[in-house]
């Protein structure tokens, strides 16, 4: 798992105005987006892992495959995920009803405005970037 978020934030200050040209979840929940920039040719792969929340929304009729991103948002969760699964809606609570949280490990929170919208909130990640050719 990566948690080198400084060196990342270029990376993902690149992704504000990209397209999303596919979303892949696999069977361990584990999703992989890969967005394409236009400047400088490439695509950029991100993997969340560990995943414990995901929301995907889009229009029924957007079918076409590619996604503009209009926002893009990466962040730690300092809590536990307590105050973003409040927000969302997370599913899980403890025996005296409160929000579970996870205040031991470290998470990851995605938000992602556009023709796709996304929160998901992962225990870890991976990029990569491939310049097209």
Do not use: R
């Not at 696999?26 to 992989?32: K, S, V, Y």
């Not at 809590?79 to 969302?88: R, V």
């Amino acid at each position: 798992m990566k948690s080198n978020l400084i060196s990342d934030e270029n990376i993902f200050n690149q992704l504000n105005n990209s397209h999303i040209v596919s979303v892949n979840i696999g069977d361990n929940l584990n999703t992989i987006i890969s967005f394409y920039v236009e400047i400088g040719d490439k695509e950029i792969i991100l993997e969340l892992q560990d995943i414990c929340l995901i929301k995907i929304s889009k229009f029924l009729e957007d079918k076409d495959g590619s996604y503009p991103v209009f926002e893009f948002k990466f962040q730690p969760i300092t809590d536990g995920g307590k105050s973003i699964f409040e927000k969302l809606g997370y599913s899980y609570f403890t025996m005296d009803n409160k929000m579970f949280s996870y205040p031991d490990s470290q998470l990851y929170y995605l938000s992602i405005e556009g023709d796709i919208c996304m929160d998901i909130v992962a225990g870890g990640y991976k990029i990569k970037e491939k310049l097209n050719k």
